[in-house]
């Protein structure tokens, strides 16, 4: 079935430092992909999305490509804030109206 | 605004003791779902409904029941039968449409604990 992978954490920066978070899927046909953010106590939070190949999300100054060639939704910013400590989460959501979570990786600035 | 209403943010709950949780939108979402967040683990799927008096299981479905009697409404009941409840719990919506990839939208959440 369909599956997200998303690099282990805790990922520790010091402020304006580049962050990188890893995202792999697995998935038939076409899904659409999604980063969503979680602060502590609270629910999740769509960050960004990309419905088709080659289709960059952004929002708050985060990034993601959706690169089908290698089933990859990475998520960047150019220079992190304490303000963007927390969890973030990839995910995917298929024809089948529900929706694939990776594990979290949590980010401290 | 719409949004999506969860309560209460903390509940309690007893040996043998039944307990629901409320979940409430307003944002004319057909689907609706329920996820369950353990400590550094994502979520996982408890129940979705994507129209009025029909839902299905989802992964983790053993101990929990649904009802969607009205659109705007999609409580969780965690019976005495789940052995261990401990866990944050997330209800999110989203419009339904052929070829799903809609993005899902969260309430904050209800932390359940034993007693």
């Known amino acids: 079935g369909d599956s997200v992978t998303q690099m282990e954490g805790p990922v520790t920066l010091s402020e304006e430092a580049f962050l990188t978070i890893n995202c792999t899927y697995t998935?038939?046909?076409?899904?659409?992909l999604f980063w969503y953010v979680q602060y502590p106590g609270e629910g999740l939070q769509l960050l960004l999305k990309?419905?088709?190949?080659?289709d960059k999300g952004s929002n708050k100054g985060f990034e993601a490509t959706y690169r089908k060639e290698t089933t990859s939704f990475h998520l960047e910013k150019g220079s992190v804030q304490v303000s963007d400590s927390a969890v973030y989460f990839c995910a995917l959501s298929g024809g089948r109206n529900d929706m694939r979570f990776g594990a979290g990786t949590r980010l401290t600035v | 605004d719409g949004g999506i209403t969860q309560s209460p943010k903390y509940l309690f709950r007893k040996e043998g003791q039944n307990v629901t949780l409320s979940c409430e939108q307003n944002?004319?979402?057909?689907?609706m779902y329920w996820y369950r967040q353990d400590p550094g683990q994502g979520l996982r799927l408890i129940y979705y409904?994507?129209?009025?008096?029909?839902?299905q299981k989802g992964d983790i479905a053993e101990g929990y029941s649904v009802s969607r009697e009205k659109k705007e409404s999609f409580p969780l009941t965690v019976t005495s039968a789940q052995k261990n409840p401990t866990a944050f719990y997330l209800c999110?919506?989203?419009?339904?449409?052929?070829?799903?990839?809609?993005?899902?939208?969260f309430g904050d959440g209800t932390r359940l604990s034993i007693l």
């Open positions: 999110a919506s989203s419009n339904y449409r052929v070829g799903g990839n809609q993005p899902q939208h």
């Open positions: 409904s994507q129209i009025v008096n029909d839902f």
């Open positions: 944002l004319n979402h057909d689907a």
């Open positions: 998935a038939t046909g076409y899904p659409s």
């Open positions: 990309a419905t088709k190949a080659d």
